[in-house]
């Protein structure tokens, strides 16, 4: 299950887009029946001022805000590693990609278990 932080989930984990070298701060819950096991933030990785900033950072942002008409969605769609079509609001609920790389391949290893087989290929 995903969702947003602040979300009621019994026991989450936060997934950021700069953990995986995405410059997105995207900060989502993910929850499962298995333990997961999450990366840590890491937000000081982007410094570099490139992406449009607003009225409160003039100067640019270190990170792409994604669903703001100020970014080009070709850039933002780049930044969380999208390259098939889709819209700006369909882009600002997105996952990115990263998090379910990361998250299937938990799931495939709950599925192998220890012995790293699954049960069908154990029969």
């Known amino acids: 299950m995903e969702n947003v932080p602040g979300a009621p989930l019994l026991h989450p984990i936060q997934l950021c887009g700069t953990s995986f070298g995405v410059p997105v701060r995207r ?3 993910f929850e499962s029946s298995f333990p997961l096991q999450a990366l840590p933030c890491a937000h000081e990785r982007f410094t570099e ?11 640019g942002r270190t990170v792409c805000n994604v669903g703001e008409y100020r970014v080009p969605l070709k850039i933002q769609k780049e930044c969380m590693e999208i390259d098939w079509d889709i819209t700006l609001h369909e882009l600002s609920e997105a996952v990115p990609p990263a998090y379910t790389r990361l998250l299937g391949t938990q799931l495939m290893q709950q599925i192998k278990g220890p012995g790293g087989t699954s049960s069908n290929e154990q029969r």
């Open 27 to 29: 900060h989502r819950l």
């Open 49 to 59: 001022r490139k992406f449009p900033g607003s009225t409160n950072r003039p100067r």
